[in-house]
């Protein structure tokens, strides 16, 4: 099964800045299937992207993903308080679907 | 407004058996895949089981195959997981998602997204 690997494990800015996530897969991911989601204590993981870069409903411009292959990024380009939580990508070109581990998104 | 919303979650103890159920409204639930995933105390996501729109096609992870069944009544537009010979380590929370429109099953696997999840419902296995 293909492994993804988030990175940083926890990432410390302040609300404004650009924040650069980072999924890396141990194989390269069919049709660039990879999705990301946002997830908050006590609640449901949110779509935010699918297809690498395809904004999900309802999810603003200031995020963004990119990427091909085996490498894939989630940019959000201006921070806003309700932006922390923890981001996990998914690829789901192959079966098994797996997740990464996830990266923290904190408060500096 | 699409809702999703899970039940049957307990404490049970190893070797023993729960049937977790999913209520879904706000879609034509009969025209979408769905599946579960859960998330261990403190730790990621795992996709756990899907099951095809109409029914026919079911798929599951290693993890869990032969001991959990998925199944459907599009009639009642509710999903269900059943859940038997459990272990402490399918202890979790699970989560009812809708699989995304421009993902898709084949016969052996299936390629799909989670639009849109339930809020969860937590299964402890402990004696």
């Known amino acids: 099964e293909i492994v993804l690997t988030q990175s940083p494990g926890t990432l410390s800015l302040s609300p404004g800045e650009r924040a650069t996530l980072s999924c890396r897969a141990s194989q390269s991911v069919s049709s660039s299937y990879l999705a990301w989601y946002q997830q908050k204590p006590g609640q449901a993981p949110r779509l935010l992207i699918y297809g690498a870069s395809s904004r999900a409903t309802g999810i603003p411009d200031r995020f963004s993903g990119s990427g091909s292959g085996t490498d894939f990024t989630l940019t959000i380009s201006r921070l806003e308080p309700e932006d922390f939580a923890v981001y996990y990508c998914q690829q789901y070109g192959s079966s098994p679907s797996t997740f990464g581990q996830g990266t923290r998104l904190e408060i500096k | 407004e699409v809702q999703l919303l899970e039940s049957g979650g307990d404490l049970v103890q190893p070797g023993g058996s729960l049937r977790l159920s999913c209520a879904a409204s706000?879609?034509?639930?009969?025209?979408?895949?769905m599946s579960w995933v859960r998330q261990a105390p403190g730790k990621g996501l795992e996709w756990v089981s899907t099951?095809?729109?109409?029914?026919?096609?079911?798929y599951y992870a290693d993890s869990v195959k032969g001991r959990f069944t998925i199944s459907r009544d599009n009639s009642k537009n509710s999903l269900y997981l059943q859940m038997n010979r459990l272990r402490a380590e399918d202890t979790a929370v699970y989560f009812c998602?809708?699989?995304?429109?421009?993902?898709?099953?084949?016969?052996?696997?299936?390629?799909?997204?989670?639009?849109?999840w339930g809020q969860g419902t937590r299964v402890t296995v402990s004696s």
């Open positions: 706000g879609f034509t639930f009969s025209t979408y895949d």
């Open positions: 998602a809708k699989n995304g429109p421009l993902g898709h099953c084949t016969s052996s696997s299936c390629y799909a997204y989670f639009d849109y």
């Open positions: 099951i095809s729109d109409s029914g026919g096609r079911t």
